[in-house]
């Protein structure tokens, strides 16, 4: 078995993987959003510093920048004045109003991404959140509505990647979290993988909001896909997979894994991550 980094004995790997595996769902998302809370004002006040002529707005565009791109900081200039408040986990505050929002109006959904495999494997930093839904054209009008307030949000954009089965952004306010929503594609897995989504919380209050996660074999087969799209070429993407693998290893479905590698073309990919992880060997 490989392990994450070569700098980790594999027995502090293994006795790390034990304590993930002790831990909740909302504890592991606990420290996933206090890994990238960090990041981000430490990333800030670097910004700060090099810049200390700025003002906060224009600190704020250049943050944007930073994280993601000219284009999205020019489409959100206008917007992103709001004062960054940190008093709750900002991952949290960024996609609470979204899950209630597509809650209130039936949108199907789950969480993907690096926040997914975060709670199932490794807790990383991340700069923002993918959503997966099946938004459909009727509700554009009341989803633009209910969001617009706390979040840069673009009519066109949405109906745009709707017609294309594509994606769109949000841009929360107050966080500057970006929030990429996913169109869901046509087909048998995509179904099956809104059909496994598992209900979760994001905190352990008593009254936590719950949300739909992607399961952690859906998880493993979504990033493999973005290692091939990436010309597998990724490290942070395999190390995403190996934790997933890693911490999950007694509670995996191999069977649903391999049936649809084969399917999405993936068996290779998924061989060699399986046997990276010391889990299992694919004949």
């Known amino acids: 078995m490989l392990t994450q980094s070569s700098d980790t004995h594999l027995e502090i790997e293994n006795i790390l993987i034990s304590l993930i595996r002790q831990q909740s769902t909302a504890k592991r998302t606990s420290q996933m959003c206090s890994l990238s809370q960090t990041t981000r004002k430490l990333s800030k006040r670097a910004i700060k510093r090099a810049n200390p002529t700025l003002s906060e707005q224009e600190l704020n565009q250049l943050f944007v920048n930073y994280l993601y791109g000219l284009k999205l900081e020019n489409r959100f200039c206008r917007v992103i004045n709001h004062k960054i408040s940190m008093k709750k986990s900002d991952i949290i505050i960024a996609v609470e109003p979204i899950i209630t929002a597509f809650d209130q109006l039936g949108i199907l959904y789950y969480i993907a991404g690096s926040v997914a495999s975060s709670v199932y494997g490794m807790p990383r930093a991340t700069q923002d959140v993918d959503f997966v839904t099946d938004l459909k054209l009727q509700s554009v009008n009341l989803l633009v509505e209910m969001l617009q307030d706390a979040y840069y949000i673009d009519k066109d954009m949405i109906l745009d990647a709707i017609k294309r089965s594509a994606s769109f952004n949000l841009l929360h306010l107050e966080t500057m979290i970006k929030i990429d929503i996913f169109i869901v594609k046509e087909g048998p897995y995509h179904r099956s993988v809104l059909q496994r989504r598992r209900a979760d919380t994001l905190d352990e209050e008593d009254n936590a909001l719950k949300f739909y996660l992607a399961s952690s074999e859906d998880v493993i087969l979504s990033k493999l896909d973005w290692f091939r799209k990436g010309n597998q070429i990724s490290d942070q993407q395999w190390r995403d997979i190996q934790g997933v693998m890693k911490v999950?290893?007694?509670?995996?479905?191999?069977?649903?894994?391999?049936?649809?590698?084969?399917?999405?073309?993936?068996?290779?990919?998924?061989?060699?991550?399986?046997?990276?992880?010391?889990?299992?060997?694919?004949?």
């Open 248 to 283: 999950q290893k007694k509670s995996l479905d191999l069977e649903y894994l391999l049936t649809w590698a084969k399917m999405l073309e993936l068996d290779e990919l998924l061989k060699k991550a399986l046997d990276d992880a010391g889990i299992y060997k694919l004949q």
